[in-house]
């Protein structure tokens, strides 16, 4: 079974700070992760994806993860936090196409100016 | 332009009662999914449909009824309501394997 571990329930960072949130995941086969981003009341956004390939992958709004296989990790990163960024982040591992995605429990973001 | 809806985005109602939540895409996706997060905001899968073809039925309550009238649709009935269904309810769609959200429906069960 597939699962998914974000240690950190709750990062305070300052702004134009640096950013890591930490995601590991526990799969059989390859893994699809995903980072999503839920700002308050609002539905989820996809932030970025690996699915093979370059183990560094960038998505939108300047974030970046890096898949390490032996780590069974797939950090979230960001070089300059901005205050637009509190939210709450989940991590995700899908099997495939059209197969179900499960979430960690997520982490929240919380920048002070 | 938006790109996966759902309707109502709040529902407050009673115990017992029996409501629906509806979703519709516009990407032309096959696949289209719901998720409930709970209080504590952990996503958990429901249902998914592949061209109206239910695939996978987590361990939910038989009160609990998806529907799917085209590919385009797929619609959530609770019925007989209970607190433990107070949630945020999430519709997802999908081509390959990214799944795009909706702005999901909080359901309050008083």
């Known amino acids: 079974a597939q699962s998914v571990t974000q240690p950190d329930i709750h990062i305070t960072v300052s702004e134009g700070a640096s950013l890591e949130l930490r995601c590991n995941y526990s799969?059989?086969?390859?893994?699809?992760l995903f980072w999503y981003v839920q700002s308050p009341g609002q539905g989820l956004q996809l932030l970025l994806k690996?699915?093979?390939?370059?183990?560094l992958v960038q998505g939108i709004k300047g974030f970046e993860a890096e898949f390490k296989r032996s780590q069974s990790s797939f950090n979230l990163r960001k070089p300059s936090v901005h205050w637009s960024d509190a939210a709450e982040y989940f991590c995700?591992?899908?099997?495939?196409?059209?197969?179900?995605?499960?979430f960690g429990t997520g982490t929240r973001l919380q920048v002070t100016l | 332009d938006t790109a996966v809806s759902q309707t109502p985005k709040y529902l407050v109602t009673q115990m017992g009662n029996d409501k629906s939540i509806k979703c519709e895409q516009n990407?032309?996706?096959?696949?289209m999914y719901w998720y409930k997060q709970d209080s504590k905001k952990f996503l958990k899968i429901m249902f998914s449909y592949n061209n109206k073809e239910l695939i996978i039925n987590e361990t939910v309550p038989n009160r609990f009824s998806p529907k799917s009238p085209d590919k385009a649709h797929l619609n959530l009935h609770i019925n007989s309501l209970e607190l433990g269904d107070s949630a945020v309810y999430f519709c997802?769609?999908?081509?390959?394997?990214?799944?795009?959200f909706g702005p999901g429906t909080r359901l309050t069960v008083t």
């Open positions: 690996y699915f093979s390939g370059d183990t």
């Open positions: 995700a591992v899908g099997a495939g196409t059209a197969s179900k995605l499960t």
């Open positions: 799969y059989g086969a390859t893994p699809y």
């Open positions: 997802a769609s999908s081509l390959d394997r990214e799944q795009y």
């Open positions: 990407l032309g996706h096959d696949t």
